[in-house]
Nanobody
Framework: EFELVESGGGLVQPGGSLRLSCAASGHTSTQSCMAWFRQAPGKEREAVAR???YGGTTVKGRFTISRDNAKNTMSLQMNSLKPEDTGMYYC??????????????????WGQGTQVTVSS
């Protein structure tokens, strides 16, 4: 079974940085579209970045997404964080090489999430 596990969340002050990681197991993620979603309290889950099998990316805001196919991992570098970046961050996978969009319904595999809180 394809499993995704996030790590790297935490509490950070405004203007700070965090790096989230997603480790995939049970299936090679190299031919998959991988994405990071964020869900703030009371709001819908939204895509913040995605990367296709060829390394092409779509990113919202001040984030950088990358993947290491040799290690079957994906990362999200978040800089200049703001309080509105607070939320649960989820790693997700769609088993297609080219990303089809940022609709959560397109992604069949999800991690358990990691909390990011931006506050002074």
């Amino acid at each position: 079974e394809f499993e995704l596990v996030e790590s790297g969340g935490g509490l950070v002050q405004p203007g700070g940085s965090l790096r989230l990681s997603c480790a995939a197991s049970g299936h090679t993620s190299t031919q998959s579209c991988m994405a990071w979603f964020r869900q703030a309290p009371g709001k819908e889950r939204e895509a913040v970045a995605r990367i296709n099998a060829y390394g092409g990316t779509t990113v919202k805001g001040r984030f950088t997404i990358s993947r290491d196919n040799a290690k079957n991992t994906m990362s999200l570098q978040m800089n200049s964080l703001k309080p509105e970046d607070t939320g649960m961050y989820y790693c997700a996978a769609d088993l297609v090489a080219t990303c089809r969009g940022g609709n959560p319904g397109l992604f069949g595999y999800w991690g358990q999430g990691t909390q990011v809180t931006v506050s002074s």
